[in-house]
């Protein structure tokens, strides 16, 4: 079953179709296809014939926040142990195979998903896929591997985490805000569970999760649908799918009925600020409506020069050298919404917090300013035609979509559902999310300041 | 194993018939005014990329006043013309188009990408923000509030600390020997006559590079560049001259409480257009030039699991050329790391490399070089590096064929030349068991 997205190149291509109209087009020709093999794998194909390149990706429904616990960051350290071999490939063949082909490969874990990718000339994609679907069943780790690559693995943590307080600070953050979901354990892991890691966490992680009916593969670039799917057929359709991957089904959070805080001390920290999170709701599929209004937001509250909290808190009060409003709503389960004031000099962080409570207060009472949330919308219209440019960004859109629970369609209404926002619906977000009930508030600090 | 054999002979025959890429076809423009631009066209999308370099960027700098082109650059989307700041930024977003800005010490780069509808709209808007920046006290103090934040967080991070130490250890006296953003003590100084002056310095038609990609014509690109750039005044402040590199050898501790300590190091380089150039790009491809193949990180991260990268790279900047690397492990484990890094170093000035290592490194290279051009943006920026490094505009058709052509004697003989392990100057920043400063 091959379902072609309607091509729209007609209405992007007539020159009345412009951007600041009311009925310009709101999704632009994305040349997308997707399909299903029989043994249960999603392929999303992205078509851009401009230059000879193709990118190849596998994403797996799977990561840090399906963990069991104990055994923080094992899905990136699964990821990582990817690379050492299969019965045919030796430790790092795979790399220098890619490389030797003119192409670059990595991988990337988060809460949600495992991905791993190689970019490359498009008459290779045969070879990648030979590879990739090989390590998706044929991993086989030494005891030295292991024991080297955990040794990497401390030193990732030590220089993305445990050398950086502002990490060490949203690790905190994060704890608190997740009472019982697994968002709240860090996707690297905790250090002294890391430093416990062994080879049989790792491939009962492996065969537990990487399987094709876990798997979506996602190609962008130089192909036709048909060449993937027969190639596809031919390397990822023979692997037998795990009946026992099942849907995920994690720990969820019970009601937040009380604010917490923390304040975060270290020496290294430069530039002090208050940093506040609210539980809030993600993209789900069918059911986006409620996600696109927090998206919009945080657009409008601190998305920017003319935003809200810029204007309130750094244009006229002054209170801020810098604020910022953040939701990622492509998550599988209930996410956060997250705002960020940045104190001017001589501001101490209690005014600093307090000025931006006032803002975010004023801000649900006085209501959405139309002309402000038209040209956001019009910004986004214009971005889709920017995003053809890029269709590598496109296939990733997809495959974060789609290992976050959402659906093909429900990728592709995401632009159309930004637009029907109103600003009644953003401000019944706001008001439904921005509760201090479900919040955390933290003050990263240096280590010589008093509180007050 | 013996697939294993199979299949790399299968990867060694696909290597014969690489693919004909997509030509990058370049036009050079000339606009009736006489600004010459290099231009992509495909209309496949409707927008343009265009990218505006000015050479000398913050180096230009009146060392009285450290700072005042970084500020400047900043203070550029703060308001032109009869349009204060947010009313500026409103206009913009009305276009949907976005103007960035970059303040680099060998350049300012100006990345524009605009929509063909409103293409005209969008011009007028850059060209008063080129041509008549406000420089609003208001906006100056705000954005210097925030410049300032950054060069106090910039004193706490230990990236920057070892950076800014090399920095100073290597450039004696040239504007490279301190930090573009000027210090807390510079920037609190300047003025608003600063930013004007800054402005004059850089905004130059001598010094000016362009390129361009999309949907737009040789001819409405012209007509573009004259309206919106052909007030630019002749001449800007005098550009640096070359540097002269003193770069101490042994290591350098500062000592920072963190538990990872960062190293940077380096040594002097190779200019973009010396001879040997191709030799050097290759011997620092398989030195540490950054794929998970190379010498560095296969001892450094997979055989001894120090570190989660090591890389080096080739720095030829307009007015000196290094040759630097950096490193992050463990301070317990940073010793063993600097001595794999030497070690390496060593190897590789007194052996050269192996056909093997050679032949890999040419086929990634030039396997990997079309995949760069990979967007209008891209493509606009990489066409302005070209004419900034003198290269032809057949450059690209031609540049596999000069990465093809180095021998192992070539690379046997730069490496000879150019490496100097025991030239190395290393700057460690932590807390490092077991190492000492040793410079002086």
Redo the contacts between chains.
Sequence with gaps: MIRRIACMAAL??A?S????SADAPTSVDEAVTTFTLNNGMDVVVVEDH????VQHMVWYRVGSADEPAGVSGIAHFLEHLM?KGT????P??L???V??????DNAFTSYDYTAYFQ??????LE?MMQMESDRMRNLRLTQEDV??????????R??RT??NPRSLFGEQMNASQFLNHRYGVPIIGWRHEMEELDMDDALSFYSDHYAPNNAILVISGDVTPENVRTLAEQYYGVIPANPDVTARSRPQEPPHNTARRLVFKD?????PYVHRSYLAPERDPGDQEKAAALFLLAKLLGG???SYMT?KL??ED?TA??TGAFYNGTALDDTSFDVII?P??GVTLQQAEDAMDQVLADYVAKGVDQEELD??K??L???Q??A???V?GIASRYGRGLTSGLTVQDVQDWPDILQAVTGDEIIAAAREVLQLDSSVTGWLMRDDEVTQ | MT??KA??V??AA??IA?????EVKIKEVTSPGGITAWLVE?H????TALELRFRGGTSVDDPEKRGAINLMTGLL?EGSGDLE??DY??AL??L?ASFTYDAQSDAISVST?F?T??RDQAMDLLRTTLMQPRFDQSALD?VR??V??GL???????GAIAGRTFAEAAYDGHPYETDGKGTIDSVTALTREDMFAAHKAVFARDRLYVGAVGDITAEDLGALLDTLLGDLPETGAPLPVQADLDIPAGITVIDY????S?VLFGQEGMERDHEDFFPAYILNHILGGG???SRLMTEV?????????VYSYLVPKDYAALYMGSV???ND?VAEAIEVVQDEWRKLATEGVTAEELE?AK?????????R?????PIASIMVGMQMQDLPIDYIATRNDKVNAVTLDDIKRVAADLLDPDGLHFVVVGKPQGLETTTN
Excluded: M
């Design positions: 992007i291509g020159t179709a412009s951007v600041a401009r230059a000879p390149v690379f019965d045919t490939l030796e790092g063949e790399s220098a195979t490389a030797a082909n003119g192409g670059r970019r490359v000339a498009a008459d290779r070879l024991d080297t690559e955990r040794d990497v693995i401390l030193e990732e030590a220089q445990d050398n020496a290294r920290v430069a530039q920017g020069q003319t204007t750094q244009f002054q050298v810098w940045v001017a000099e040209r956001i019009l910004q219209r214009a971005s035609i920017y053809r440019d890029n590598d | 697939r294993v299949l790399l299968a990867v696909v290597f690489l693919p004909a890429w997509a495909d496949s999308i409707p927008f989307e700041s947010q930024a409103r977003e009305n949907a990408r929509l509808e409103n705000r509030a925030q300032i934040s106090k967080s910039d004193a706490k991070d230990p409480d963190t538990p990872q960062t794929s998970f193949e991260r997979e055989k001894r699991g120090l570190t989660y990268g992050a492990s463990s484990k890999a086929t990634f290279l030039t396997g990997a070089y079309p995949l051009f990979d967007g209008n943006g």
